[in-house]
Nanobody, 124 residues
Framework: QVQLVESGGGLVQAGGSLRLACAAS????????MAWFRQAPGKEREFVAA????????YYADSVKGRFTISGDHAKNTVYLQMNSLKPEDTAVYYC?????????????????WGQGTQVTVSS
């Protein structure tokens, strides 16, 4: 069994920064992709960013491009999300996710393991 634990959420003013972290524990595995999603109250879970082990590619939602940076270590199954220039509309519960098998579209929610989520609140 695999557990993902997020940390680093909190309350920040608009324009501020936060860094989220996600660490995996449990059985040994090799991830193909690691990603961050978020879900605001009353809305569906949406893609934020993903990192692919193949070629080190990174992918971002248009709404966060240029402000957020995903990084991590696939071998250690740790992933980070540096969030700068935060806006009130970034307020949500942020979830990390890990996918084991290669696939073309990393923006969908078809990941194998999910964390419990960490709250990010951006005040105006």
């Amino acid at each position: 069994q695999v557990q993902l634990v997020e940390s680093g959420g909190g309350l920040v003013q608009a324009g501020g920064s936060l860094r989220l972290a996600c660490a995996a524990s449990g059985r040994t595995f090799t991830s193909y992709a690691m990603a961050w999603f978020r879900q605001a109250p009353g809305k569906e879970r949406e893609f934020v960013a993903a990192s692919s082990r193949t070629g080190g590619g990174t992918y971002y939602a248009d709404s966060v491009k240029g402000r957020f940076t995903i990084s991590g270590d696939h071998a250690k199954n740790t992933v980070y999300l540096q969030m700068n220039s935060l806006k009130p509309e970034d307020t949500a519960v942020y979830y990390c996710a890990v996918g084991l098998l290669a696939r073309r579209d990393l923006t969908t929610t078809e990941y194998d393991y999910w964390g419990q989520g960490t709250q990010v609140t951006v005040s105006s």
